[in-house]
């Protein structure tokens, strides 16, 4: 039974918890591009609070850091944490991959359900769902000066798209917002762990006329 | 007569088609980069609304797409669309530029408004429209990896600024503002037509001593 | 006495000195680059208000630069004096470096101040003061297509970071806010002062059993 906790406390878990995950994957990118313990903390904090920053900025309710510090204090942690050790971090990257598809299953769903508690319509749900999932990477990306997740052809934003759309579905069916909460989870955390483990991606866009970009690029200039 | 069609609906449906044009030069940014399809989106919501984005949060007000899902829906089927068909836009590219210099009319205009009628003051209101018509863009240039539009010297945010000035300055004169709007958005695409036509560029900035900006990098480091 | 000057004036003009330095450095930036004089207006605004518009939107009180148009108007005509005058200004990039260091201290303290003020707590207070004074030199070295100060080992946000929590400390130890706010900007200007005299930089993340980060590239791809 869920009462074996109290919910409130089982959401603080999960909340931190997700943003440490968040956090460590922008520590990763400071330790390849060797920065100081500064860089780790601000690529940490960007990556970890990111997303849901900008969902709460565009739904303008305070923004979930302001209002109590545990999430900020726990992405400094986790950066100097993961600048003293980021080698035993790193010999367990694949380990790492599989706790950053459950945080990105945790915080779509998470960002969709408080679209959805604060009024939006179901479209503007996912993409709150999306952006609190995904923002935090782009912004590290772009920081890290490495190709953005936006970039890359990997199946990461359309877990997140695809889990958001299932508990707007289910929430729209009237199911409890747990259930509906558990089934978005389980097809972000299902179809980003199986392009995990198959090396899945989406097909690249490719020209129809069999020209090649750079031919028309000449005609873009 | 104006009163042909609903201000209202008049006004929505030169929003729309605004956020489309701009989508669509997201979405071309994709393909130059061979994005999956997810990419297409993420980059013409980007470029669509980023822009709009920007001034509501600013000016403390409802974010536009957030209130309606048309301009997120708009930009989602623009992303799809290019990308089954982008060897069509493509070939057509001269007579996008013509619609993006329109859309950027629009936008500027819009966003300029939308600043006085928020109460902000002259130089205000035209930062406001400015970033109505330019951040999207470069925000598509950032996320995209491309030279950003201010790292050019395209004539481009100078249309912007100068229609948003005519629009306040008549504004300012008390003109309706139908005829200020009609004139600010004549400005903007004048000027942004002229340099697509003759290719204009503003002059770059030169050292006035002779010395090459690679002598004086040494000093700085 | 401070009674000489009436203090709301006093702070107003270290208000806009600050942002008039730090929209130098943005301009400087643009000349490197070879920008139009557009390019040096847009890089100027958004190093010059870029990192209060952060805290601002995040404490989600009134952006400062929106109520009155004085900030933006100096990062304008500071845009343009540059342009002009860019040779004048490299020549003194010393100087400048010890200006910009003035700006950080005072921007650093101004922005813990603000957020104590409206209300957060210690942590989120001290990174308050430390987005004010840094993430305009971020937005600039992203939008200038340059290595962001996040990615160098420079003392630039330590120097911030210690300042904000001299303030914090004081403040909470019931200082009077001047002299709280005094000794912050004295422990900020001295750490960068000396950062800047004896070329200090912070540790690099350095792996520690012996490989080269390149050998893990391989293990991550």
Same mark, same amino acid.
């Given at each position: 039974?869920?009462?074996?906790?109290?919910?409130?406390?089982?959401?603080?878990?999960?909340?931190?918890?997700?943003?440490?995950?968040?956090?460590?994957?922008?520590?990763?990118?400071?330790?390849?591009?060797?920065?100081?313990? #500064?860089?780790?903390?601000?690529?940490? /904090?960007? *990556? +970890?609070?990111? !997303? %849901?920053? $900008? @969902? &709460? =900025?565009?739904?303008?309710?305070?923004?979930?850091?302001?209002?109590?510090?545990?999430?900020?204090?726990?992405?400094?942690?986790?950066?100097?944490?993961?600048?003293?050790?980021?080698?035993?971090?790193?010999?367990?990257?694949?380990?790492?991959?599989?706790?950053?598809?459950?945080?990105?299953?945790?915080?779509?769903?998470?960002?969709?359900?408080?679209?959805?508690?604060?009024?939006?319509?179901? #479209?503007?749900?996912?993409?709150?769902? /999306?952006? *609190? +999932?995904?923002? !935090? %990477?782009? $912004? @590290? &990306? =772009?920081?890290?000066?490495?190709?953005?997740?936006?970039?890359?052809?990997?199946?990461?934003?359309?877990?997140?798209?695809?889990?958001?759309?299932?508990?707007?579905?289910?929430?729209?069916?009237?199911?409890?917002?747990?259930?509906?909460?558990?089934?978005?989870?389980?097809?972000?955390?299902?179809?980003?762990?199986?392009?995990?483990?198959?090396?899945?991606?989406?097909?690249?866009?490719?020209?129809?006329?069999?020209?090649?970009?750079?031919?028309?690029? +000449?005609?873009?200039?």
């Amino acid at each position: 039974m869920m009462n074996l906790v109290a919910p409130t406390e089982l959401l603080l878990t999960v909340d931190i918890l997700s943003v440490v995950v968040f956090a460590v994957s922008g520590a990763l990118t400071a330790s390849r591009k060797s920065l100081d313990v #500064v860089g780790f903390m601000w690529l940490a /904090v960007l *990556t +970890g609070v990111g !997303g %849901g920053t $900008v @969902r &709460d =900025l565009l739904l303008d309710v305070p923004v979930f850091w302001m209002v109590a510090p545990h999430h900020i204090v726990a992405c400094l942690v986790t950066a100097v944490a993961v600048h003293f050790s980021a080698h035993l971090v790193e010999s367990r990257y694949r380990l790492l991959l599989w706790f950053d598809a459950l945080g990105l299953a945790l915080v779509t769903v998470a960002g969709t359900a408080k679209g959805l508690d604060n009024g939006t319509g179901a #479209v503007v749900a996912v993409v709150m769902g /999306v952006i *609190t +999932g995904t923002v !935090g %990477g782009i $912004v @590290r &990306d =772009l920081v890290g000066n490495e190709p953005s997740v936006i970039l890359r052809r990997e199946i990461y934003v359309t877990a997140s798209g695809l889990g958001a759309c299932t508990y707007v579905a289910l929430a729209a069916l009237a199911l409890p917002s747990l259930a509906a909460g558990a089934a978005g989870v389980a097809v972000t955390f299902a179809v980003r762990g199986l392009a995990i483990t198959y090396n899945w991606s989406m097909p690249a866009y490719r020209r129809r006329d069999g020209r090649k970009v750079e031919e028309i690029e +000449g005609l873009r200039k």
